[in-house]
């Protein structure tokens, strides 16, 4: 069976997008692959967090992904940071990756030029996921069209690395979702819906009360022709939300035009805001059950024990085959 690895970085908020274009991606994906699953919390690091947030979202998110549907006994599921061998590794990579690859990620262009104090960790952290990426020889990483790049480098390092020390790691591929569905801000449908957005209303949190999500479907932007429309260009805040619809109630958006053929917006959105609110409200019960159980701790427990056996067993060769090693190679080769 194929491998597959999936990054969950724990910052801003899960939201609706990150599930119908992501997560739900993810539990269809799990029957047909040996699916690894972990969150990302070095890489969160590379700008300042709270602490006692951060602590709180990593088991926020690990509980909501499972509450989605992601099954802990079809998914190694763990924390980036308590596998110690992982940044071992970071390092071994770092010293077979130049400056000007790093430098040259899409990423660290746009953020260091944000802020000129960036740190060291924002130049290296592509190593990183390099790594947690090429620990466990992964076949696939599922990445938007932006992180493809990232998985680009890996694979140039991991090439790199094999020709010069020998055949050490398997070469990744960029798995690009074709069937997410995009959903895009509810007050400005232009953007896609963003867990950082600063604007609130526009965006549907997985955390949120069943009221505030059926208030900002309600006050959704849409737009003055009064038709249910699939139309992105000329009529996006409604395409948006017969995408969310069509996702949610697993019924065709043709149907939905034809159901509401005639009827206002007003209408449409209720429909909207009750199929997103009952479906929502069936996670948010499981969350609650997760959240406040033993679960997590057994799967995480279990999961770790599985990455850093993995994790080991390369770091290991890695070390042997770049002579950082106490044993004498010399011999070994006799």
Same mark, same amino acid.
């Given at each position: ?142 990445? &938007?069209?932006?992180? !493809?790049?990232?998985? =680009?480098?890996?694979? %140039? ?6 020709? +010069? *020390?020998? /055949? ?97 917006? &007003?209408?449409?959105? !209720?429909?909207?805001? =009750?199929?997103?609110? %009952? ?6 019960? +499981? *969350?609650? /059950? ?45």
């Amino acid at each position: 069976m194929k491998r597959i690895l999936t990054g969950l970085k724990p910052t801003g908020d899960l939201t609706l997008g990150n599930y119908l274009g992501a997560i739900k991606q993810m539990v269809n994906m799990q029957d047909e692959y040996d699916s690894i699953l972990f969150v990302a919390d070095l890489h969160a690091l590379t700008i300042y967090q709270d602490p006692i947030e951060l602590n709180e979202r990593i088991r926020k998110f690990i509980a909501m992904y499972i509450a989605c549907g992601i099954d802990p006994e079809k998914n190694t599921i763990y924390i980036q940071s308590e596998n110690e061998f992982i940044p071992a590794m970071s390092y071994l990579l770092e010293c077979t990756t130049t400056y000007g690859e790093a430098s040259r990620m899409i990423q660290f262009k746009e953020k260091s030029k944000q802020n000129a104090n960036f740190s060291v960790g924002l130049l290296t952290y592509p190593v990183l996921m390099a790594a947690d990426i090429l620990y466990c020889d992964c076949d696939y990483v599922p990445v &938007g069209i932006d992180q !493809k790049q990232h998985v =680009e480098l890996a694979r %140039n390092i991991a090439e790199r690395f094999n020709n +010069r *020390y020998g /055949e050490t790691f398997t070469l990744p591929e960029p798995l690009l979702s074709e069937t997410g569905t995009k959903i895009y801000d509810l007050k400005n449908p232009t953007k896609k819906m963003s867990k950082s957005e600063e604007n609130p209303t526009g965006v549907i949190s997985m955390f949120d009360d069943l009221e505030t999500i059926a208030s900002k479907i309600k006050g959704a932007t849409t737009d003055s022709l009064n038709q249910v429309h699939f139309d992105p260009e000329n009529q996006p805040g409604i395409s948006n939300l017969l995408n969310i619809a069509s996702s949610i109630a697993n019924v065709p958006i043709a149907e939905l035009e034809e159901n509401f053929k005639g009827k206002g917006y &007003g209408e449409f959105k !209720k429909y909207v805001s =009750e199929v997103v609110v %009952n479906h929502i409200s069936e996670i948010q019960k +499981r *969350y609650e /059950e997760i959240i406040n159980s033993d679960m997590l701790e057994k799967v995480l427990n279990k999961g770790i024990e599985r990455s850093r056996e993995l994790a080991k067993e390369k770091y290991e060769l890695m070390k042997i085959k770049m002579g950082t090693t106490r044993k004498d190679l010399k011999k070994q080769d006799n």
